[in-house]
């Protein structure tokens, strides 16, 4: 059974930075996706970034290009997101979920639907 388990958010200044990381088991080959997904009040839920579980192929959502930066730890099974610059439109409920549909571990995508695994979130808060 494949877990995630979100660790890192927490309370971040303006401009700051923060590293969240998903520590994640149970797969049983490197055809997966992992991605991050945002959810703010009131606002639908976000993919900002994905990795494949083969570590070739990353995939930024426009609007934290530059800022975000995911990345894979295989000797953890751990996937971490690194946000430097931290603004207001950060505050969310950050999640990570895996996509086991075949092909994940060569492409990722980020729409929600694809991913049949989450974990239970971890809070980023940005103050100015």
């Known amino acids: 059974e494949v877990q995630l388990v979100e660790s890192g958010g927490g309370l971040g200044q303006a401009g700051g930075s923060l590293r969240l990381s998903c520590a994640a088991s149970?797969?049983?080959?490197?055809?997966?996706?992992i991605a991050w997904f945002r959810q703010a009040p009131g606002k639908e839920r976000e993919g900002v970034p994905c990795?494949?579980?083969?570590?070739?192929?990353?995939h930024y959502a426009d609007s934290v290009k530059g800022r975000f930066t995911i990345s894979f730890d295989n000797a953890k099974n751990t996937v971490y997101l690194q946000i430097n610059s931290l603004e207001a439109k950060d505050t969310a409920a950050y999640y990570c979920?895996?996509?086991?549909?075949?092909?994940?571990?060569?492409?990722?995508?980020?729409?929600?639907?694809?991913?049949?695994?989450w974990g239970q979130g971890t809070q980023v808060t940005v103050s100015s």
């Open positions: 149970g797969f049983t080959s490197e055809d997966y996706a």
């Open positions: 990795i494949t579980g083969s570590d070739v192929y990353t």
């Open positions: 979920a895996a996509d086991q549909a075949r092909g994940s571990g060569l492409l990722c995508f980020l729409s929600a639907k694809r991913y049949d695994n």
